[in-house]
């Protein structure tokens, strides 16, 4: 399971039948079934529910496979809203570095200039560590959700599913640690630095992350169906059920799951259409001034953060993966309990590519996952 991903749960439930429906704007019957088919692919690995969306210059097609739910066989819904876990850290980047535009935030300020107190203790402090760094995930802090019970055991999650965390609380958590390293001298993936840059965003705009998010990103590019849910545990409208085995071999529908706990570094929902939407908007320029995406999209080495990718580079909220065909594209990949997203954007060809599979992402569901973004970024026409 890539460390990109918010956890790093293995194994799932048994796989179901495919469906062959497929989405709205056809790109014509031949592709139709050769994206079936790498759906299907993708959940005879092992996911229970699968939705992938291809988008390119001559339309948008959709596939399901699998079912969403294994008690009663109902399909994934065309339309199915999902947790895109740390797909979240790409939106959240990008109303940072609106900031880092607007001459309100520098990306050389430090976490301790906007949030005294707030990364100490254990060797941690606050006024070494910048707001690039977050961003890179090379400050060295420690990712508190190695320490959330919730997302660690059926027992664990069964007990808190419904607890409240503010993000205060979450800091705290990875304060009880030293750092992994000393502020960039290394890169260490850490859903902390996100939280964090939330709580930056509310100290230099007045209003939390999630608001700053809807006012500049959600509802300018129209995402109807993205939205942050806040301490809100229920995926609200058509959604597939997410399942995990915590590590045994008995999936437990973990659908309901109280977002707080991962805050900015991963509680947004939305769906396929909506995060192909975003990612394409952002790095065609129409989110950010030029500097800025230059920014985020200057990457640095980043093996370290997917064990699948030993060429993936990491730049600030955005990583790069390489392509077989030459090239590469962007997209942040997110996981929570249950549910698992992969997206991509090659902006040089306008093709775009957002899987959602339920389940925890095991190696066999990501290599067919990775298959299916290579041939369909690579694909001609």
Known sequence: MPALLLTAAVGLAAAAPASADT????????????????????????APGVLVSVTTPNGRQTVRSGV????????????????????????????????????????????????PGVVAGNGNDGSRITVNELLQHTSGIYDFAHDLPEIATAAGYQTGRFDVYTPAQLVALAMK??????????????????????????????????????????KPLGLRHTVIPGTVPYIRGPHAEGYSTFGGTDPVD????????????????????????????LTSGRLLAPAQLA???????????SVFWPDAR?????????????????GHPGGVPGYQTWDAVAPDTGRSVVVSSTGDGSEAIQLATNALVDKELCRAG
Request: include cysteine; hydrophobic fraction near 40%; charged fraction near 10%.
């Open 254 to 281: 973990v659908t309901v799951l109280n977002p707080s706990m991962i805050d900015a570094a991963g509680s947004i929902i939305s769906t396929t259409g909506d995060l192909g939407r975003f990612y394409t908007a």
């Open 23 to 46: 989405g709205a704007t056809p790109a014509g019957p031949q592709h139709a079934g050769r994206l079936q088919q790498e759906a299907d692919a993708i959940r005879a690995a092992g």
């Open 295 to 305: 920014a985020m999209e200057t990457t640095i080495p980043a093996a370290q953060l």
């Open 314 to 330: 990491y730049g600030l909220g955005l990583a790069w993966f390489p392509l077989s065909c030459g090239g590469g594209y962007f």
């Open 68 to 115: 969403a739910d294994t008690a009663t066989g109902a399909p994934v819904p065309l339309d199915a809203r999902f947790r895109i876990g740390s797909a979240t850290k790409s939106f959240v980047a990008t109303v940072v570095l609106q900031l880092v535009g607007e001459g309100r935030l520098s990306l050389s300020d430090t976490v301790g200039h906007w949030l």
């Open 177 to 218: 640690h030293e750092p992994t390293f000393a502020p960039g001298t290394g890169i260490s993936y850490s859903n902390t630095n996100y939280v964090l840059l939330g709580m930056i965003i509310k100290q230099v705009t007045g209003q939390t992350w999630a608001h700053e998010v809807e006012a500049r990103i959600i």
